[in-house]
């Protein structure tokens, strides 16, 4: 058993940076993809982006390409989001999860959930 802990959310203007990290706590991930997830109020949790076990690979929601940039350091168990360019749109909790396998859109392929950090980007 494990855990994934989410920090660096908080609250910025419009046009503005944050960094998130996810970092392992007994859990292994280093050969597991990763992926972040949003939620905002009143909506479903979507997809964000996810990255390659390697981190060869990365793959980004339309709304957020450009703007994000995940990446990881498999030596510190820790995967990060970089967010620029923010926008109100933007402010959702993010979690990161653990992806076991197969199509990486799909929440039902990440078998293990952070609690969460909240953004919160105003206008």
């Known amino acids: 058993q494990g855990q994934l802990v989410e920090s660096g959310g908080g609250s910025v203007q419009a046009g503005g940076s944050l960094r998130l990290s996810c970092a392992a706590s007994?859990?292994?991930?280093?050969?597991?993809?990763m992926g972040w997830f949003r939620q905002a109020p009143g909506k479903e949790r979507e997809f964000v982006s996810t990255?390659?076990?390697?981190?060869?690979?990365?793959y980004y929601a339309d709304d957020v390409k450009g703007r994000f940039t995940i990446s990881r350091d498999n030596a510190k168990d820790t995967v990060y989001l970089q967010m620029n360019s923010l926008k109100p749109e933007d402010t959702a909790v993010y979690y990161c999860?653990?992806?076991?396998?197969?199509?990486?859109?799909?929440?039902?392929?990440?078998?293990?959930w952070g609690q969460g950090t909240q953004v919160t980007v105003s206008s």
């Open positions: 990255i390659s076990w390697s981190g060869d690979y990365t």
């Open positions: 007994g859990l292994f991930i280093r050969t597991h993809g």
């Open positions: 999860a653990r992806l076991m396998g197969g199509f990486y859109r799909d929440q039902n392929r990440y078998d293990y």
